[in-house]
């Protein structure tokens, strides 16, 4: 009886307690299926923000080409969010460009945001998404009440170049950078042909294969390294030693001065900059700016590198003599002090939080000596002094004409201010923007101090003619003629500065990188060289002079003065200017070569957080 009384007794409970359990199953369902509707949407959300700070970042200082705004950006985030599924208005997209890096102290990537007047610092963008939801849509009344869903991405994108102001491969009279490689070699018969300039032009070495055999992870680690042997490896990588480029790149090792340089003496890496494996690397601006390197060590210890450009042999300078009766023969000698050589620089098209643009680069800062010795033609004097003097002064050749020419140039520089990520499809090809500020050349008679580098001024000065004279009543007395005079030159190029590179492929085909300059030109008829005689006397000071000879030295004045201004403005322009732009400093103007440029992997971080 008493066992019936307690079944009793719990039927009544569970009668109260079912329909509670009931409820909290119901509730715990209803809560699970509000719980995937609020992740689905959260999902959906976080879908929506990639979309739109992937498509914002394209308009980022790294990536958006020339003109960037916010608007711009704000709008392709709100385009790509909406063809994403989302139906809200701009307002609730909150878009933060910035930029997207790592620190040494913090290898993961943080994101620092950059207020809109600082736009030039973007490398990325950062979109994030706040919405208002009920907890629950089932249970009525707002039992539960909302809760705030919040996403964000931040995305970074940007374009990244190897810059080299190294000048071009261009051959003046059997080629510049044979001669110069001579000269820093010690060997003076060496020479390049236009075949082995054209292939070291054109010969690049993977940066992945370059990196394996140098045992270093990085590019960044890279520059530590002596460059004697990154030069080793290349010289293994394209071929070894008995191939052409090769070859040359072997015979550097031995150059002066470069057992103590390091690869960072030749490149620069712009902090942070990541250079991909699949880039290359360019070996002729490498030969170049190591060249030069060696030179800036001959002129610190107090030398000038002799260039022995058969300069004698020259077409130019036989057509000039030849069209120049009172000449007989001409030569330029010519030496070279570097003080400052290029290098090759690598890095994205944005500025640091100083307001300076990442990737700088400048021209070599050099100083070159030519002396023009022209001598004058014995026969053509010869008859212009019998007629004068009917035969009764004899004359003697004495010294060449020596036109000693200072040019110091330099100055030139640029940055990196812009470039256009690709497309996506089949259109690869950017644009990729430059601020350059042009070469600074002065040219001037005098010499260049081998110690300093500091141009020593002087004017021309010959003593050319001996005179004997023959008379009835002095007998045979013997007077001089000299030139004693002063020039002005001023050497420019033609055309302005372009600041553009249209349509560079970011990929290579069949390693076939593009190599793209910006110069205005860099031949002979881009130069304009204006001489002036500013004194001219051939005296040489005495005022006792005959009148016999005062009247020949009257009658020498004009060819002598068409003589030093045509001979020293044909000189300027067709050897001194053109191997100045050849060593990457051409008067007037800027000479920039994009070697390589490529588009780092889109980098999508999810919630990410705002660091300060």
């Known amino acids: 009886m008493k066992m019936i009384k307690g079944v009793r007794k719990q039927r009544g409970v569970l009668i109260f307690i079912t329909p509670l359990i009931i409820t909290v199953i119901v509730l715990m369902m209803v809560l699970a299926i509000d719980g995937a509707r609020l992740l689905a949407l959260q999902s959906e959300m976080q879908n929506q923000v990639n979309a739109a700070a992937s498509a914002a970042a394209d ?125 820093v070699l010690g060997v003076p018969s060496y020479s390049l042909s236009p075949t082995d300039l054209n292939s070291l032009e054109n010969t690049l070495v993977n940066v992945g294969d370059l990196l394996e055999q140098m045992g270093v992870a990085s590019v960044a680690d890279l520059v530590d390294e002596p460059l004697v042997d990154l030069l080793t490896e290349v010289t293994g990588l394209v071929g070894g030693a008995g191939m052409p480029v090769g070859g040359l790149v072997d015979d550097l090792t031995d150059a002066a001065g470069v057992g103590g340089l390091y690869v960072s003496d030749v490149l620069t890496v712009v902090e942070g900059a990541e250079v991909p494996a699949n880039a290359s690397f360019p070996v002729y601006d490498l030969v170049v700016s190591t060249a030069m390197n060696s030179a800036r060590v001959l002129s610190e210890g107090g030398s000038l590198l002799a260039l022995n450009l058969q300069t004698s042999e020259s077409t130019l300078l036989q057509d000039l003599t030849s069209s120049i009766g009172e000449l007989a023969d001409l030569s330029v000698d010519l030496g070279l002090f570097v003080a400052e050589p290029p290098k090759m620089v690598y890095g994205p098209a944005r500025q640091n939080a100083a307001g300076d643009w990442l990737t700088q680069f400048q021209s070599a800062d050099i100083r070159l000596e030519a002396v023009i010795s022209a001598g004058l033609s014995e026969s053509t004097v010869n008859s212009l002094i019998s007629t004068l003097s009917l035969g009764l002064i004899d004359l003697n050749l004495l010294e060449n004409i020596e036109i000693p020419l200072a040019v110091q140039a330099g100055g030139g520089r640029g940055s990196f201010v812009s470039g256009d990520c690709a497309s996506g499809g089949n259109d690869n090809d950017v644009s990729l923007g430059f601020d350059l500020v042009e070469t600074a ?137 053109p191997l100045l732009s050849a060593l990457g400093v051409n008067p007037g103007d800027m000479s920039v070569t994009v070697v390589n440029a490529n588009q780092n992997t889109t980098q999508l971080i999810e919630n990410v957080s705002i660091v300060e």
């Open 59 to 183: 308009g980022a200082q790294a990536c958006g080409g020339p003109e960037i705004a916010m608007s711009t950006m704000s709008a392709r985030a709100l385009a790509a969010a909406q063809a994403a599924g989302y139906e809200g208005g701009g307002d609730a997209l909150q878009v933060l460009p910035g930029v997207l890096e790592s620190t040494e102290a913090n290898t993961e990537l943080v994101f620092r945001s950059v207020p809109e007047s600082a736009l030039s610092r973007s490398n990325g963008v950062r979109v994030s998404m706040t919405r208002d939801e009920p907890i629950s849509r089932l249970i009525p009344g707002g039992l539960f009440g909302n809760i705030t869903l919040e996403t964000s991405a931040a995305v970074r994108k940007e374009v990244n170049a190897t810059i080299s102001a190294a000048g071009s491969a261009l051959s003046v009279e059997g080629g510049l950078l044979g001669d110069l490689i001579g000269g």
């Open 441 to 577: 050349v002065d040219v001037q008679t005098g010499t260049i101090d081998p110690g300093s580098g500091m141009v020593i001024p002087g004017d021309v000065h010959a003593e050319i003619l001996e005179l004997t004279i023959n008379t009835l009543l002095l007998g045979t007395y013997t007077e001089q003629l000299c030139v004693d005079a002063g020039l002005a030159v001023d050497l420019y190029g033609a055309s302005a500065l372009p600041s553009v590179i249209d349509n560079y492929p970011l990929e290579c085909v069949d390693g076939d990188c593009a190599r793209q300059s910006l110069a205005s030109g860099n031949s002979a008829d881009d130069f304009n060289a204006d001489v002036d005689i500013t004194s001219l006397d051939l005296t040489c000071g005495e005022s006792g002079l005959s009148a016999g000879v005062l009247s020949i030295a009257s009658a020498l004045v004009t060819p002598i003065t068409i003589l030093l201004e045509d001979v020293t403005s044909d000189v300027v322009e067709g050897v001194v200017a």
